[in-house]
Nanobody
Framework: QVQLVESGGGLVQPGGSLRLSCVAS????????MAWYRQAPGKERELVAK???????NYVDSVKGRFAISKDNAQNTVYLQMSGLKPEDTAVYYC??????????????WGQGTLVTVSS
């Protein structure tokens, strides 16, 4: 069993910053990639940023230059540093990971989501 637990969401003013964290725990053999998705009210879930086991990153165009994804392999943790936040960044942010368990089964796991609200 593998679980993802997110933290760090909240209310922030436009132009402000937040850092999201996501910790993976359980019977983990390896993590192939970790990512952040978001879903705004009435919209589909979209990929925000992704980081592979080798450290390669990619971002949705709307957050390039403002958001940065990073990871701590020893802690099985991924971060999303968000700066220059805009009202349109308001969404529930979900952590996602592709994991190989100690059983050697491979699957994707989702966190429960953390709400980010950008408003004055």
């Amino acid at each position: 069993q593998v679980q993802l637990v997110e933290s760090g969401g909240g209310l922030v003013q436009p132009g402000g910053s937040l850092r999201l964290s996501c910790v993976a725990s359980g019977s983990i053999f390896s993590i192939n990639f970790m990512a952040w998705y978001r879903q705004a009210p009435g919209k589909e879930r979209e990929l925000v940023a992704k980081i592979t086991s080798g450290g390669s990153t990619n971002y949705v165009d709307s957050v390039k230059g403002r958001f940065a994804i990073s990871k701590d392999n020893a802690q099985n943790t991924v971060y999303l540093q968000m700066s220059g936040l805009k009202p349109e960044d308001t969404a529930v942010y979900y952590c996602n990971a592709a994991v190989t368990a100690t059983s050697r089964a491979s699957f994707e796991v989702w966190g429960q989501g953390t709400l980010v609200t950008v408003s004055s």
